[in-house]
T-cell receptor
Framework: EAGVTQSPTHLIKTRGQQATLRCSPI?????VYWYQQALGLGLQFLLWYDEGEERNRGNFPPRFSGRQFPNYSSELNVNALELEDSALYLC???????????FGPGTRLTVT | AQTVTQSQPEMSVQEAETVTLSCTYDTSESDYYLFWYKQPPSRQMILVIR??????QNATENRFSVNFQKAAKSFSLKISDSQLGDAAMYFC?????????FGTGTSLTVIP
């Protein structure tokens, strides 16, 4: 069974640009979660999507947004990039709202 | 609001010895789940063990066990017979029904 996949592995952007990160959940999982892992800060919850709807949102500004497609894959968009957005972005999937989440390998975003 | 605190940024253990990683949490929820996740240098987060708050019995998973003290809001992880492959960042987390809250992690080094 394929695990959660994320692309790209690494992404380098300039301040002010937009970044798009992608995630494909495990087959059968309808929920996708996004987390930001900045150095020394652990994982911070960003967004939760299920059945195409945003179910919950962490304490992040509106320039962090995303969507979930009919095939349950998801995209995270970060607009007007700032230097402090540099982090590892992790995606996880689960059955709807279920606590057992499976994580992808992450996308390393570097903003210069 | 929920908080998770891991007061040991770094720990080390001799191979084959036992090590305990500390975690305290705070929540006003009565129903929650506690987790330990492992993140090796490869970055993929792996579930190590989970504990349902309503269960008094401490969870055990092979060489990994927890000491769950609900009144003290403490949830420590004990790794017995430590192996080189246990070297990783360990995160404590709480799930309250709609999102995870993670601690800042403990970096575990295993000394041969």
């Amino acid at each position: 069974e394929a695990g959660v996949t994320q692309s790209p592995t690494h992404l380098i952007k300039t301040r002010g640009q937009q970044a798009t990160l992608r995630c494909s959940p495990i087959s059968g999982h309808t929920s996708v979660y996004w987390y930001q892992q900045a150095l020394g800060l652990g994982l911070q919850f960003l967004l939760w999507y299920d059945e195409g709807e945003e179910r919950n949102r962490g304490n992040f500004p509106p320039r962090f947004s995303g969507r979930q497609f009919p095939n349950y894959s998801s995209e995270l968009n970060v607009n007007a990039l700032e230097l402090e957005d540099s982090a590892l972005y992790l995606c996880a999937s689960s059955f709807v709202g279920y606590y057992e989440q499976y994580f992808g390998p992450g996308t390393r975003l570097t903003v210069t | 609001a929920q908080t998770v605190t891991q007061s040991q940024p770094e720990m080390s253990v001799q191979e084959a010895e036992t090590v305990t990683l500390s975690c305290t949490y705070d929540t006003s929820e009565s129903d929650y789940y506690l987790f330990w996740y492992k993140q090796p240098p490869s970055r993929q987060m792996i579930l190590v063990i989970r504990q349902e708050a309503y269960k008094q019995q401490n969870a055990t998973e092979n060489r990994f066990s927890v000491n769950f003290q609900k009144a003290a809001k403490s949830f420590s992880l004990k790794i017995s017979d430590s192996q080189l492959g246990d070297a990783a960042m360990y995160f404590c987390a709480i799930w309250t029904g709609n999102q995870f809250y993670f601690g800042t992690g403990t970096s575990l080094t295993v000394i041969p």
